[in-house]
């Protein structure tokens, strides 16, 4: 049975280390004789393709350097406008034409990646823009995993991006806030029922990370992320939690310590503090 790696907004930032990443990991299963956990493919989903061929390109340097990098798994680059049911079902079509080469196949992991944050006070926001966030961090997520899990078998895994402004109302960061607490509240609910079946769940929740989502979300008004960690180590800390089978994935001290305290911090008044004092600039 052929074995696939899905990763979605594998264009830029935590998509490009989670491609990497997981196509060592698979590697790594492979030369460790653990082929029952190794990948024989991994797409890469995302809507600009020039971005999707540099990350190719990166994993095939990366398994240039391995010492055995026939044991990598093949790159499939997938442009597609991950956006609404209409990217959802784009997937849908993907994994059913290559159910037709394929009859018998297993994703072996899922990662739903891909989103987008918009920085200001709502009322100030583009609200079609707002609406597509919407679309893609929600709803094109759901299609995503609703049309996957017919092939999410026994010790498959499944990582959803939520955030950790999914455990707080946010000012100045509202529907982005909003769209992550659905994906975080989705996500714990999917490792309940699925935990029955052998699927791994875990929800990746971090804080300020060092990629292009505050010049995206700013719309270049602020051009990196305050404060960012490595998306590297993010996603490194986040597979290993996948791979014990661990519900959350929060690395820093400082995220796992607000989250916590955000049990005791009532909803309107984090929504309150955040818009007095937490600005955030956007064009």
Same mark, same amino acid.
């Given at each position: ?44 989903? +995302? ?13 095939? #340097?990366?398994? +240039?350097?391995?010492? @055995?990098?026939?044991?990598?798994? +093949? ?21 059913? #034409? ?7 196949? #297993? ?70 806030? *909003?769209? @992550? ?10 490792? *309940? ?28 008004? /602020? @051009?990196?992320? /305050? ?18 089978? @661990? ?11 607000? +989250?916590?305290?955000? /049990?005791?911090?009532? /909803? ?16």
């Amino acid at each position: 049975m052929k074995k696939i790696i899905i990763v979605t907004g594998a264009s830029s930032g935590l998509g490009v280390c989670f491609a990497r990443q997981l196509s060592k990991e698979s590697a790594d299963f492979r030369r460790c004789n653990k082929t029952e956990c190794a990948s024989d493919e991994i797409w890469l989903l +995302a809507r600009r393709e020039d971005r999707l061929l540099d990350t190719r390109q990166q994993i095939l #340097q990366d398994a +240039a350097n391995y010492e @055995k990098p026939e044991y990598y798994p +093949a790159v499939k680059v997938c442009p597609v406008d991950l956006s609404g049911k209409a990217g959802a079902v784009s997937v849908k079509q993907m994994l059913e #034409q290559y159910q037709k080469e394929e009859p018998f196949f #297993q994703i072996s992991v899922l990662v739903n990646n891909a989103g987008f944050g918009t920085y200001g006070e709502f009322a100030n926001t583009d609200t079609e823009r707002e609406m597509n966030m919407v679309d893609v961090n929600c709803t094109a997520l759901t299609g995503i995993v609703g049309f996957a899990l017919p092939w999410l078998k026994k010790g498959s895994r499944l990582i959803n991006t939520a955030s950790l402004a999914s455990f707080l109302p946010l000012g100045n960061f509202a529907v982005y806030g *909003a769209t @992550k607490s659905y994906v975080l509240s989705f996500t714990v609910v999917l490792a *309940a029922e699925l935990k029955g079946k052998g699927i791994s769940v875990t929800a990746l929740c971090p804080g300020p990370v060092s990629t292009e989502f505050a010049d995206v979300a700013s719309k270049g008004a /602020r @051009k990196e992320v /305050r404060h960012g960690l490595s998306p590297e180590k993010t996603v490194a800390h986040c597979l290993k939690k996948s791979r014990k089978g @661990k519900l959350y994935a929060i690395m820093a001290f400082n995220w796992k310590f607000q +989250a916590a305290a955000s /049990r005791f911090v009532g /909803r309107y008044v984090g929504a309150w503090f955040t818009y007095a004092f937490c600005k955030r600039p956007s064009n």
